[in-house]
């Protein structure tokens, strides 16, 4: 796929969707933080289900860390592996707290080094909370990538890489919510919708689907 293209494919997407953001509730970078820690496996409308009623309760390092463990778990028990995403995100509070005084950090090293947090979630708090440049490649951006060409790789940091290089500089903030909101709508993994695409002129997947 050219440069050309690529900008093409960026800038249909910029005008059908100026203003770009997550699909998780949040209003602080903590809260996102959280969220995105408890999304892993899981769908956002169930942890924004389960952040609507933790949230008024418990939304600062703080006051999750006065739930404890058990506590937490009966907020977030309808989430995929709540159990282990409670300890992580207690120990989470309690490096904030003792490390940070009680806020997020805002850099990749910090962030990667608190329990349930990886690349993936560092990225996405980098860029929504932070307004940092990161593309934080999940399973639906990997998808798109490889199957439109935009940027395919092997694994999800070769992906990262080469959308950071390929992606021009005046999309690169939004290009991550772009991306994933065309494989979570359009670009879906078992039937891709490319009768509904509006870039599907302009993808080099060869198995296109319109029925």
Known sequence: MNPAKRAEIFARFQAANPHPTTELNYSTPFELLIAVILSAQATDVGVNKATAKLYP???????????????????????NFFRTKAENVIKTCRILVEQHGGQV?????????????GRKTANVVLNTAFGHPTIAVDTHIFRVSNRTKIAPGKDVVEVEKKLEKF????????????????????????KPRCGACLIEDLCEFRDKVYD
């Not at 950090?105 to 947090?117: D, K």
Request: proline share 8%.
């Open 105 to 117: 950090p805002e850099s990749r090293e910090a962030l990667e080094a608190l329990p349930g947090v």
């Open 167 to 190: 992606t021009p500089p005046e999309y690169r903030q939004d290009a991550h919510h772009w991306l994933i909101l065309h494989g979570r709508y359009t670009c879906i993994a078992r």
């Open 57 to 79: 309760v418990a939304n600062t390092p703080q006051k999750i860390l006065a739930l404890g463990v058990e506590g937490l778990k009966e907020y977030i028990s309808t989430i």
